[in-house]
């Protein structure tokens, strides 16, 4: 009987495929570096991609990725299908409040995949833990204002994203301008992790990068 790992989403790339084009960057070369240094999770986030240019990152996102590390795709659960589909990994999917509705996710994508959802708000958080279609874990932010997202709200800063993963039910991680320095403060308000764009991304040391955040993360007392 094979056991499933528990979803270690300590140090979570969000691999975005803007970034890495503007750094000059290639993305799967990115995504192996950062899970060489320590990255636990993967998301491919890729909003000016085509489905079948997506698919084709995700598909070489997969290749390059051990099969101990999580693969999510953010926004396109039929992404998601294709990979599976080819028989390549790809663990689920992150949504956002106006991607495709979680229940109608989890009936396409099945019960063990993993389903992330965006929830800033405390309404969000709220809706997230009561979904009848399980959510495995929320992001929330932007902790610090970040130019990654241009439509993002400003940064809600470390004290609120604390209160509100403490009054969430399920698993969160924070997002929005997170670097090593944010590690210890997440870890110990009972946070899951920290997710991460243009930390891991924009370094010209992917791998040190993904390094001084498990570093951050694991030396938490
Ligand atoms: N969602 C909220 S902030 C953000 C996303 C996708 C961007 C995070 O990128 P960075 O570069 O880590 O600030
Ligand atoms: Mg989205």
Known sequence: MSTVPPLDLSVYLVADAGVCEAVGADLPDVAARAVAGGAT??????????????????????????????LLINDRVDVALTLRARGLACAGVHLGQSDLPVD???ALLGADAIIGLSAALPEQ?????????????????????????????????????????RASALPAVAIGGVTAADMPALRAGGLVGGAVVSCICADDDPEAAARRLADAWKETP
């Open 41 to 70: 999770a993967v998301q491919l986030r890729a909003k000016d991609l085509g489905g079948g240019a997506f698919t084709e990152l995700a598909a070489a996102v997969s290749r390059a990725l051990p099969s101990s590390v999580p």
């Open 104 to 106: 109608d996710a989890r």
């Open 125 to 165: 958080i709220r809706a997230a833990a009561d979904s009848p279609a399980r959510v495995d874990y929320i992001g929330i932010g932007p902790l610090h204002s970040t130019a990654t997202k241009p439509d993002a709200p400003a940064g809600i800063g470390m004290p609120t994203v604390l209160e509100r993963a």
